[in-house]
């Protein structure tokens, strides 16, 4: 296959993948006269354990009944493992992925197109929100389902908020609303930093850097990243150096020194009891509905203000128990609203699975709506499907996720563009905002260089894509 020439795998590591499948299916955990479906897995830990359970339940109840097993195995690194194993023809039956992967996976012809299978099990354009429903397809051809996704919007501490009620109505904000305007979010910052005696800097009301997500941030701006009408990139648009040059107004306003402190001491300590976010360090962040689960998990006082979370019911407004609050992220552009960045966990059939229809099976399963709910509350994430039951909006572990569940259907939902290159994409604008906020780069030159960059980076991959395709070669 042509694809697998793009990859140098190291003769240990192919060795090491055929080893690790073929040893799972020696493993004789499942009936004799079933169909074992191999599933692998990115997450780890508790978010490994969640979906062990949706596995054990398929396994029980629907598994049980077709001649079904799913055995689940979580590891890192699982899309390089995936593709050792497909291009050595040993693949898993499902390969557990994230949204960018779709269409890098799919031009490379690693992964099965899945159209009929989701007709035959009836989920269609209808099932989904229409940008999970898209981010799922490439080249008009579905090859996705998603597992979990995960909405961004902005995160903020509500008690610090009205600590410094005085001094934010002065300045004609609010102490009881977050900012909506890119302009608010800024006053708002510079009046909610806070120095010591010595003039360090001890709390950030907020900063660009802080965030997984600076390369989707023109989005904010007004800017989709990828034209798909004309296949071009636009990495150096309007609103694209409007964004990068207000990430540089942080550094020049914060100063150098600030910032890397917090560089150094922000995202590396987020699963700990040091995230900035939650001692007080951080007033805003762009963040995840998952959020209430570390909140709850390294500091459980800010999620039970008035009650214990236990009796949060009794509450007419469960929000108001909470000493952080969600809010779409403001927009830069005058009358752009909801806008947000959907990113979503995938389930791909490898190219050469030997089990798809049963692989599929259970993909549909994880999409089933009661099943979907289950694991979206478990990984504490909103949910992909169009429609939601009320208990799902009701007894979420976070309070705000009907907010989540409007973003991610707003016509201003963007997801991942789909373009297989988006991988070195990303890395290109990560590295760029850190030369533009850390280094002082002109974000105009900066990202007129990563147009050209990328854009024939594309063209080069688009035009070998096409070649694959005319030859008839996968």
Not at 14 to 28: M, W
Not at 64 to 88: C, G, H, N, P, W
Not at 452 to 473: L, V
Request: charged share 20%; hydrophobic share 40%; proline share 5%.
């Amino acid at each position: 296959m042509i694809w697998i020439r793009r990859f140098s795998f190291s003769v240990l590591a192919l060795a090491g993948a055929i080893f690790l499948i073929l040893g799972s299916r020696e493993n004789q955990d499942a009936p004799q006269d079933f169909v074992i479906v191999e599933y692998w897995e990115k997450w780890v830990g508790t978010e490994a354990a969640q979906m062990q359970q949706i596995v054990d339940d398929f396994n029980n109840t629907v598994g049980k009944e077709r001649k079904i097993f799913v055995r689940y195995m979580s590891m890192t690194d699982v899309d390089q493992k995936t593709l050792v194993a497909t291009s050595a023809g040993v693949p898993p039956d499902i390969a557990g992925l994230y949204d960018q992967q779709v269409a890098q996976y799919a031009a490379l012809g690693a992964v099965e197109p899945l159209d009929d299978l989701a007709a035959a099990h009836g989920i269609t354009e209808q099932t989904y929100l229409p940008v999970f429903w898209k981010g799922c397809h490439y080249n008009g051809r579905l090859y996705a389902l998603v597992s979990t996704p995960g909405t961004i919007a902005l995160f903020y501490n509500k008690q610090i908020f009205k600590e410094n009620a005085d001094a934010l109505h002065a300045a004609g904000l609010s102490s009881e609303a977050p900012p909506a305007t890119i302009d608010d979010l800024d006053r708002c910052a510079a009046i909610l930093d806070q120095k010591n005696a010595q003039g360090r800097t001890e709390r950030l009301g907020y900063d660009p850097l802080q965030s997984w997500y600076v390369p989707f941030n023109p989005y904010w701006f007004g800017d989709n990243l990828f034209d798909a009408a004309t296949g071009q990139l636009t990495l150096d648009s309007p609103g694209a150096v409007h964004c990068f040059q207000w990430i540089a107004g942080y550094s020049k306003r914060l100063g150098l020194q600030t910032l890397m402190d917090y560089q150094q001491n922000g995202l590396v300590n987020f699963d700990s009891p040091q995230n900035l976010l939650l001692i007080g360090k951080l007033v805003m962040q762009q963040q995840g509905p998952w959020m209430a689960n570390y909140v709850d998990h390294l500091n459980p006082s800010m999620s039970h203000v008035l009650v214990s979370k236990s009796e949060e019911w009794k509450l007419k407004n469960r929000a108001d128990n909470y000493a952080w609050g969600v809010a779409p992220f403001p927009s830069a552009v005058p009358g752009l609203q909801n806008v947000s960045y959907s990113s979503f966990d995938v389930l791909m059939i490898p190219k050469g699975a030997r089990h798809s229809q049963e692989a599929f099976a259970f993909m549909a399963y994880v999409n089933r709506q009661d099943v979907s709910e289950k694991l979206n509350m478990l990984h504490c994430k909103n949910c992909q499907l169009a429609h939601v039951s009320s208990n799902f909006l009701q007894h979420h572990p976070n309070p705000y996720i009907k907010l989540y569940q409007d973003l991610a259907a707003s016509p201003n939902a963007h997801g991942v563009p789909q373009i297989p290159i988006w991988p070195e994409v990303f890395k290109e604008l990560n590295d760029d905002s850190q030369s533009v906020a850390l280094e002082g780069a002109d974000p105009a030159a900066v990202l007129h260089q990563a147009q050209q960059r990328m854009q024939e980076r594309y063209d080069r991959f688009h035009r070998i894509e096409i070649q694959r395709r005319q030859t008839g070669m996968n």
